[in-house]
């Protein structure tokens, strides 16, 4: 790991704790169980989705992208803006919104699977013999 990911770390510390997790050639950061940011190749990625990604674009920020199969691929983390790592308090609420990004798209998948069991429950009570 290198230096970067602990001062990454550090910068977020008033935030709240955050781990780090080797992935894919690189490392997810954790809160509470959910990843909201990545680093490849010393560069913060930060979680995006429909809610925080205006202030990405805003900013004339970039979503991670690698190649598969000839092709670009995005991914829902948008590069970190430079800036954030000067102000700390900047570094928080960027790192805030990326984290309630995450928890939103967790939201959702759960819900999908809770869903997913009630229908097939469902189907099993409609099949089961009545007496």
């Known amino acids: 790991m290198s230096d970067f990911i602990p001062f990454v770390q550090e910068l977020l510390e008033d935030w709240a704790p955050v781990s780090a997790r080797r ?7 954790y809160h509470e169980g959910l ?11 930060l979680k995006a989705d ?6 990405f674009e805003a900013k004339g920020l970039a979503p991670f992208t690698y190649a598969m199969k000839g092709k670009e691929v995005a991914l829902s983390y948008w590069a970190a803006p ?5 102000v700390p308090d ?20 759960v819900q999908a699977r809770e869903r997913a069991k009630a229908k097939l429950a469902d189907k099993k009570t409609a099949r089961s013999p009545r007496a």
């Open 23 to 29: 992935m894919f050639g690189g490392h997810g950061l």
């Open 35 to 45: 990843m909201f940011a990545i680093v490849m190749d010393q560069r913060l990625y």
């Open 50 to 55: 429909a809610v925080n990604r205006p202030e």
């Open 82 to 86: 430079d800036e954030m790592f000067d």
């Open 90 to 109: 900047d570094a928080q609420q960027w790192a805030k919104s990326a984290w309630d990004a995450a928890l939103r798209g967790h939201l959702v998948k």
